[in-house]
């Protein structure tokens, strides 16, 4: 997979160095979208919530944002902000709608799209259909942010997402079952890619306070990096906040409920965060679903 993921990147390299050339067609570039996974060890750690409520906190800083549901069977973005998508992901995998159609956007400034168990037909798909595919999902490149939900566990869909981000957040709770599965995850993780630097950074959720959540992130980040070798970065915490599970039963981001709650404003430092710290190189949403659906792709000759 190292291998694979460092390819891809010399094939972006390329064409960065051949678009102007005389003769040689520009491609459009899509350095420009920042690519946000956001994945855990278990479910119930507050995954999603952490996903949308992200997405807000970016566009109240003037991005344009989309949310794409990436969980392959229980999608529950929309669910989350009360929406019922007439399409999704499946659509498009089936050619009934283009990506633009699916795209809805939102009350709170962000723009979605409902995933389906429908996408994990792609590993089934011929060359040409997945092409296609991936090409109607390029056209979310004219995002700045890109966040992507996926599923909980190590399947090899979320190991994929996670290699090909520019930035790859873990959420846990300091719960020691959520501590063991997101170590687990991090551990295959750098099985799976070795010394491959894929931005991790871990977000302890639902913590008391900082001392708390800096006691389980440094117990984490201790252990990947004597007996992983794998550097994972401390973005931060979020409270635990009733807020939370109140903004969820009345289907509307907290960030919305309650922007002034301790959950809202350890977000918006998160985000803030990482508004400072942008990527030193983004390979653009092409090349990241490329990698993830394993096409091979190729560079005309010089």
């Known amino acids: 997979m190292e291998d694979q993921a460092e390819k891809l990147r010399e094939i972006m ?14 491609e459009k570039s899509n350095d420009k ?8 060890g278990k479910g119930g750690v507050g995954k999603t919530n952490l996903s949308v409520n992200m997405a807000i906190a970016f566009a109240r800083l003037g991005k344009k944002v ?17 929406m019922i998508p007439k399409y999704n992901l499946y ?35 011929g060359d040409e259909d997945r092409k296609d595919f991936i090409n109607e999902l390029d056209t979310l490149s004219n995002a700045d942010i890109i966040i992507i939900d996926t599923s909980a566990g190590v399947s ?7 290699a090909a981000a520019d930035d790859a957040i873990i959420i846990t709770t300091p719960e020691p079952t959520a ?32 001392v708390e959540a800096k006691r389980v992130a440094d117990r984490m980040i201790n252990i990947a990096g004597q007996f992983l070798n794998l550097k994972v970065d401390y973005l931060g915490f979020i409270y635990d906040d009733l807020s939370v599970p109140h903004s969820v039963l009345r289907q509307k981001p907290f960030m919305v409920v309650d922007p002034k709650c301790k959950a809202s404003l350890c977000v918006q430092h998160l985000v803030e965060r990482m508004d400072r710290s942008r990527p030193k190189e983004s390979s653009g949403f092409g090349a990241m679903l490329r990698k993830i659906f394993h096409r091979n792709t190729e560079v005309g000759s010089d």
């Open 33 to 40: 979208s920042r690519i946000i996974t956001v994945t855990s």
């Open 156 to 162: 090899s869909n979320v190991l994929d997402f996670i």
């Open 179 to 210: 501590i063991t599965d997101a170590y687990g995850i991090i551990k295959i993780i750098a099985t799976e890619y070795e010394s491959f630097n894929m931005g991790l950074k871990l977000v302890v959720n639902r913590a008391k306070g900082a």
């Open 91 to 125: 659509h498009v995998i089936k050619k009934q709608k283009t990506i633009r159609e699916i795209l809805v956007e939102t009350e709170y400034g962000i723009s979605i799209v409902a995933g389906a168990s429908g996408f994990s037909q792609i590993a089934n798909m």
């Open 13 to 26: 390299r390329r064409k960065k160095a051949l678009a102007g050339k005389p003769g040689k067609p520009v």
């Open 66 to 82: 989309v949310v794409m549901d990436a969980d392959l069977g229980l999608a529950n973005v929309n669910v989350m902000l009360n």
